[in-house]
């Protein structure tokens, strides 16, 4: 938990409202190297993996950040309501991972949604490294 607030307060100090993808895969660098000492880097084939494995939600539903994304990030997606999420992938959206407080409250918000649990700096990083490589 700790580690968060420490984030945030790098993010926000160092960019107040705009940040790169890149910028933002920097900080949640420092972070995974402070969750674990022999993090080597992020891959976009991990965050591939993460992105679309169905995992079973104590409500009895197999869940995945596609099943709102859908499979290919350069898609518009669906929340349950029915409502557009546009694209995740930068190539077709360029507003996406520019925003870090967005990206901090969303993935907040869909990891618990998901995964019932916080995300990892690792998983954050992992995910936005392989939205990086969709071209
Ligand atoms: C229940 C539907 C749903 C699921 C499942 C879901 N998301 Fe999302 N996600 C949304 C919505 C809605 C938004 C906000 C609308 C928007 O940004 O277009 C969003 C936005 C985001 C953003 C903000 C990116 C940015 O820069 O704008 C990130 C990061 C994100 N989701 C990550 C994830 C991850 C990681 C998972 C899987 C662990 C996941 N999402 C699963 C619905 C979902």
């Not at 546009?86 to 407080?101: L, Q, S, Y």
């Amino acid at each position: 938990m700790r580690n968060i607030y420490i984030l945030l307060g790098i993010l926000f100090s160092v960019n107040a409202f705009a940040a790169t993808p890149q910028e933002l895969l920097k900080q949640y660098e420092v972070q995974a190297k402070q969750e674990n000492a022999a993090f080597t880097g992020f891959s976009a084939d991990a965050g591939a993996s993460f992105f679309r494995t169905e995992r079973a939600h104590s409500n009895g539903k197999q869940v995945s950040c596609a099943t709102c994304h859908t499979s290919d990030p350069r898609n518009q997606g669906k929340t349950r309501a029915n409502k557009v999420i546009e694209p995740m992938a930068p190539i077709v959206n360029a507003k996406r991972f520019t925003d870090p407080a967005k990206v901090e409250k969303w993935f907040g918000r869909n990891c618990k949604d998901v995964l019932e649990r916080a995300c990892t700096a690792k998983e954050k990083g992992d995910y936005i490294q392989f939205m990086l490589s969709v071209k």
